[in-house]
């Protein structure tokens, strides 16, 4: 396989690998002692952060493969729609979705099978082959949750769900009322509640 260039193009992705990039440097204990060795063990040969709107615009006009690492809350906004855009159409193209993808995002259309999906003001044939990893997903579960609530000070008032299919939602509420004792609510859509 040749040297694929890597172009990381999130603003959130990269900061994320500033994170992971402090941490090694400062040898954190989670991290395995020897990791990285004297290079970048995030960086696979050719890595090319982009930084700029126009740095994120050239990666269309890279010539040959590539691998393109670009975030987005199930493609719903952002720079992805760009490169989603382009590549979706040819079949020679593979669209990795890693992590959940919720029901009515285009993330969750694509994971499910569609033929063609709306963006940028216009329907994009997929022809790419979509490969979906929900398992490798960063949100914080039911058990996290919790666990994060109980080391606030006091109790609030409500904790509102807000987040998350309506199963997970409830599940949620019902964890913190039975775990906590607190009163939590999942609100509708649209609903306005007073807060003082």
């Known amino acids: 396989m040749p040297d694929l260039p890597v172009y990381v193009d999130s603003p959130m992705a990269l900061a994320a690998l500033g994170v992971y990039r402090q941490a090694l440097a400062e040898g954190g204990i989670e991290i395995r002692p020897g990791f990285g060795g004297d290079g970048d063990p995030f960086d696979p040969g050719r890595l090319i952060e982009a930084r700029t709107v126009e740095q994120s615009m050239a990666i269309n006009d890279a010539p040959g493969p590539s691998i393109i690492v670009s975030a987005s809350g199930m493609a719903s906004g952002g720079r992805v729609l760009h490169h989603l855009a382009q590549r979706l159409p040819d079949p020679k193209n593979s669209v990795v979705l890693v ?6 995002t285009r993330g969750r259309s694509l994971a ?3 033929k063609e999906i709306k963006m940028l003001g216009r329907y994009v ?3 790419a082959e979509v490969v979906s990893v929900p398992a490798f997903s960063v ?5 996290e949750i919790v666990a ?3 080391r606030a000070p006091r109790a609030p008032e409500t904790v509102f769900v807000v987040h998350g299919e309506p199963p997970a939602a409830s599940a949620l509420h019902d964890a913190i009322e039975r775990e906590l004792g607190w009163t939590a609510a999942v609100p509708t859509f649209l609903e306005v ?4």
């Open 139 to 143: 949100h914080a579960d039911r058990r």
């Open 112 to 114: 499910d099978g569609a």
């Open 193 to 196: 509640v007073r807060l003082d």
């Open 99 to 104: 992590g959940f993808q919720a029901e009515g």
């Open 148 to 150: 994060w609530l109980r």
């Open 125 to 127: 044939a997929v022809r």
